[in-house]
């Protein structure tokens, strides 16, 4: 509380400074944030005014920003409308008091959240009670210790917008640092000179990850705004959804999250193996820096496993993906997010086999949060739509099967930052280990005991979800099939929902095959086996991908026909085969059950970092490791 106290001290704008005399670089700073703290908490009996500014983005964490402008408009103490325009289209969002909503005029589309609406259509007990804050700001005592706190440094006057700027920039100091737990974070105003005025640039830099500059055009005050002004302006025969205030308040929040977080490179190889936690008979181990899970049990148990172990990174799966990525989402696709994917839901749970249903339930108990969230970030992958291939023998040079996984999907929204090798031993089919991240009890890249491999690659179709959800499928082939007949057979019973396509390898068979999969066809593509959509064969190989990515792919495996192990294997899936999307990339070596994982970090796409290798029979049969010093 402190650290956000302090933080909205300095980043109180817009700001007003006096020019009767001229301030001290201390006084002006402080008499600006003074001054913003009145628009913020009008006195007592004052009517509070409307200011509004629009705002060019000088710089910003996402470079596609530098450049545009925002309108803002606000009135103390709760409401805020912001308009720009994004993709040659006008966006709106407004705070009208205790509900916020979002327009897209050109769509004619709208989304209002109220409180008092059901969370979840599929549960109407799950009624809103989120009131949402006023707008704070510091106490004007608070407001008076910044000359105490902060160090103040002028620099050369600058013209900004016309206007000829003093321009300041404060620094906590070392001591405040400390005591309110706050970053050397910078905080610039520039001021125009003479008279009563408002800042016409702020800047925030000096933490990791945070570089921002806005410029204000035309900052203005005027008389506090008719209630009508902000509300939304819909029009007879726009669709306007209605949805709870509190997936908007959560939308806010996981976006701030997201905002600078990092994910770091591992570090060296140094063959540590550490135990974490211990849940019944699950367990969370490092490996090499890598988070490994190890399930064992029935649904619930191994549900109850997870959500005790990796709690914390579960919670945030569930925020990003569903708060975070789905509620935004929305914007682009003028459709409520979470009434698509419960519409989804309704479609795809009558064919879910009940013990996944079973797992996620425990998995949301263990972890404190509703169900429906659990179970909906599952379903995530229905309704967003990578490069796989298979090296048989004859390919290899050391007669081994290889098959490659590229996964581009969702780099940078913070799934990076919770994978998980997770090794699942259920009470009831195959052992299986599945590459992926915390909470996701489906799979999209795995392998299993009896050497049986998988990866999937989305296709068209969205929309058709009555049949079993593709990631909960390749889960079903991981624990029943013993062959690659019996995956076949499993992908050819489904029933099964959008367009997919798969890479399945079975090394007892020695043979792996390419699957498209619609909801009404399955056709199957056999090594060195040409298809209309995949027109250059390469003998005894799988290669799907599509665009350059298959062409350069195409090439790669002609040119190193014959030679290949597992490291030129590997550099298969580097770019551009894989894309700027990479997230994870994995390499199967089913014969010997070896597998390879490389994770994206903040600075490389998940096939240029380093692959750590394990062997799945190994991490079946391993005791736990030595628990972490001082546990």
Known sequence: MKRRIFLLSLLAVPAFVFAEQRLSPADAFTAGVARLAEIYSPKAG????????????????????????????????????????????????????????????????GVIGKPGVARFAGNPASVDATVLPSFSFPEKAKVALLPLLCTFEEHATETVGGSVCRVIVATPTAAAQTAFNVPAVKIELAIPEGGMALPARIAVSGVKGIDVAVELVNPHLEAPWPAEKW????????????????????????????????????????????????????????????????????????????????????????????YGVGVGSSLGKARWFFGEIEEAQGRLQPFMDPRYLREMDALADAIGRPREEVRLANYFPELFHCSGFALLGPATADGHIYHGRVLDYLKGVGLEQNSVVTIVRPDIGNAWVNVGYCGFIGSVTAMNEKGISIGEMGGRGEGHWDGKPMAQLLREIMEKADSLDDAIAI?????????????????KAKRAVGVKATPEVLEIVEAGQTHPQLPDAVKDCVLLSAGDRYTELVRRAKAGLGKFDAASARDLMTR???????????????????????????????????????????????????????R
């Open 231 to 322: 509300k939304m302006p819909a029009r007879e025969g726009d669709r306007v959804e209605a949805t709870a205030v509190a997936h908007f308040a959560r939308f806010a929040e996981a976006t701030m999250r997201a905002v600078g977080s990092k994910s770091l490179p591992l570090p060296p190889l140094d063959g540590s193996r550490v135990l974490v936690g211990v849940e019944g008979r699950g367990r969370l181990e490092l490996h090499d820096g890598v988070r490994v899970l190890f399930l064992d049990g029935t649904p619930e148990e191994m549900g109850r496993q997870q959500g005790a172990l990796v709690k914390k990174e579960v919670c945030s799966i569930v925020d990003r993906i569903l």
């Open 576 to 630: 551009p085969v894989c894309m700027g999307s990479n997230i994870h990339s994995v390499l199967f070596a089913p014969g010997t059950l070896d597998f390879w994982v490389a994770n994206a970090d903040s600075v490389e796409v998940a096939s240029h970092t380093v692959y750590r290798k394990f062997n799945l029979r190994e991490l079946l049969d391993a005791a736990p490791a030595a628990a972490r010093a001082g």
């Open 46 to 109: 004052s009517e509070p005014q409307t200011f509004s500014t629009t705002l060019r983005v000088l710089r910003a964490p996402v470079k596609e920003l530098a450049g545009r402008e925002v309108a803002v408009t606000f009135q103390a103490p709760d409401r805020l409308l912001i308009s720009a325009d994004v993709n040659g289209g006008a966006h709106m969002v407004a705070r009208d008091g205790g509900e916020v909503w979002f327009f897209v005029p050109g769509k004619k589309w």
């Open 491 to 507: 992908l050819r019973r489904g029933p099964r929902t959008c367009e997919y396509y798969y890479v399945i390898t079975d090394a």
